[in-house]
Nanobody, 127 residues
Framework: QVQLVESGGGSVQAGGSLRLSCVAY????????MGWFRQAPGKEREGVAA????????YYVDSVKGRFTISQDNAKNTLYLYMNSLKPEDTAMYYC????????????????????WGQGTQVTVSS
């Protein structure tokens, strides 16, 4: 059974940093596409970053490029999202997700392409 468990959210001031973690159960993170997504109140869920470590490939939404880094620790079967220079607009519930099938060119950050989801961890950035 595939299960994803996120942790690491919290409240920080603008300019601060957080590290989100997502432990995967039931499969090996290095063999699938994984991503971080976020959803703010009243807004649609959006893709933040995606990774396929089998090919060393990462993708980011423009708004987080240069500030966020997605990575995996295959030994710990864990996905990470390092978030630096946080802004109030980064406030959202953050989810990790996984899919065995390649999302498709241009769709790596599309939530509908991911099958398995965690419960989410809240990130709040104050100004």
């Amino acid at each position: 059974q595939v299960q994803l468990v996120e942790s690491g959210g919290g409240s920080v001031q603008a300019g601060g940093s957080l590290r989100l973690s997502c432990v995967a159960y039931g499969y090996t993170v290095s063999s699938v596409w994984m991503g971080w997504f976020r959803q703010a109140p009243g807004k649609e869920r959006e893709g933040v970053a995606a990774i396929y470590s089998g090919g060393g490939t990462t993708y980011y939404v423009d708004s987080v490029k240069g500030r966020f880094t997605i990575s995996q620790d295959n030994a710990k079967n864990t996905l990470y999202l390092y978030m630096n220079s946080l802004k109030p607009e980064d406030t959202a519930m953050y989810y990790c997700a996984a899919t065995f099938a390649r999302p498709g060119v241009g769709a790596y950050l599309e939530p509908s392409r991911y099958r398995f989801w965690g419960q989410g961890t809240q990130v709040t950035v104050s100004s």
